[in-house]
């Protein structure tokens, strides 16, 4: 059982990352994927998440309208993309295997760092 996360892709300010995060070892529909990042010397923020049995999202309201998620089923991957990328937004970001609740985050992916250019 893992989730596989893309590489760090570099952006320039204003632009878009989109990571990814592929589902191995279980079933891919029987639990949420969140998105999580802790910037260097903050805590941790949670993004969000996405059910992939319909593709409904919530969405954390800081990240409300610049975030984007979504789940592919046949492929068993989830992806988050963020735009409008800003010098406050690089930090790793990690997807999630859970149940709905933050406090029950079961399975972690390794993070994908996606630094902003200055």
């Known amino acids: 059982v893992q989730l596989v996360q893309s590489g760090a892709e570099l952006r320039n300010p204003g632009a878009s990352v989109k990571v990814s995060c592929k589902a191995s070892?279980?079933?891919?529909?029987?639990?949420?994927i969140d998105w999580v990042r802790q910037a260097p010397g903050q805590g941790l923020e949670w993004m969000g998440r996405?059910?992939?049995?319909?593709?409904?999202?919530k969405y954390a309201q800081k990240f409300q309208g610049r975030v984007t998620f979504t789940a592919d089923t046949s492929t068993t991957t989830a992806y988050v993309e963020l735009s409008s990328l800003r010098s406050e937004d690089p930090a790793p970001y990690s997807c999630?295997?859970?149940?709905?609740?933050?406090?029950?985050?079961?399975?972690w992916g390794p993070g994908t760092q996606v630094p902003v250019s200055s």
């Open positions: 999630a295997m859970g149940e709905g609740f933050v406090t029950s985050l079961l399975l």
């Open positions: 070892g279980y079933t891919f529909t029987s639990y949420y």
């Open positions: 996405i059910d992939p049995v319909d593709g409904h999202t």
